[in-house]
């Protein structure tokens, strides 16, 4: 489901233009975050055991949701803008 809201996000939100090089900037840091996630949770597990954390990467995954809430939203480019 995130990533049908977030997909759905860059399409509307970027120009014609420029669309296929945000989609593929946005995928390719979304790969980026997978493989940092998929090496950095064992390491982590395995230096201070799972009960610490899981907890401990939980909450950086909810600090990180703050913060991009946070953020201040984004304004949509017309074709205009984007071509220029």
Known sequence: MALVVSV???QTATGDAVRGRVAAA???GDAV???IGAALGPAVAALFGLAV???ALCGLVLLTAVVAARLPAERSLSVAESAA
């Open 8 to 10: 759905h996000r860059v």
């Open 53 to 55: 954390a899981l907890p």
């Open 33 to 35: 975050a997978a493989l």
């Open 26 to 28: 946005f995928q390719a």
